[in-house]
């Protein structure tokens, strides 16, 4: 019984090792993406100062660790997105759209739900007229403050915010 067991797990031990190996081949994409972070590091190189192709990289990366998580085409990591977006950020500290990224990719990266939160209160002392912040910012916010942000969204005339509101919070 003892011998069984352990040809049991050795199999699903192989099992598990060649399906990672299958997931860890490089497909055509992978090394699109790849391709795509190098040509991006080459303008940020020639244009350091340019938000855009950080944001452009950020999501390169954060799409190619996403959907490829074992390749290993590119040397850049999921938190290499994260120091693209703080630099795009730093060269555009008046975007809020901006912050509402990194926000997304704080939550998604690292489970950083106090720094998603933050984020968004930025995007929203930016640009307090847009409800989109009010709305995103409830993906990272307690049941009180969603509702509080629901509100102030509907208030500002978006009918989905009024809609989830009515159904939730009760009030």
């Known amino acids: 019984m003892k011998n069984l067991l352990i040809i049991c797990l050795s199999v699903i031990t192989l099992g598990a090792y060649a399906q990672q190996n299958d997931q860890s ?3 055509p994409e992978a090394y699109e993406y790849a391709n795509q ?9 020639a244009d350091p100062g340019n938000p855009n192709w950080y944001v452009e990289r950020a999501e390169k990366i954060y799409y190619l660790n996403a959907i490829y998580p074992y390749q290993t085409v590119s040397q850049f990591k999921l938190v290499d ?4 977006l703080d630099m795009a950020i730093a060269a555009d500290s008046d975007n809020p759209g901006l912050y509402s990224i990194r926000g997304m990719y704080k939550r998604n990266i690292t489970g950083d739900l106090a720094g998603a939160r ?3 209160t930025m995007a929203i002392n930016l640009d307090p007229e847009n ?7 409830t993906n990272y916010s307690s049941i009180e403050n969603a509702c509080t942000d629901w509100k102030t969204c509907a208030d500002l005339g978006d009918g989905v915010c009024e809609e989830i509101r009515m159904s939730v919070c009760f009030k």
Request: hydrophobic share 35%.
């Open 25 to 27: 081949k490089e497909s």
């Open 37 to 45: 972070i190098n040509n991006l590091t080459d303008k940020l190189i």
């Open 81 to 84: 997105a994260l120091y693209d």
């Open 118 to 120: 933050e984020d968004l």
């Open 131 to 137: 409800p989109q912040w009010y709305l995103e910012r």
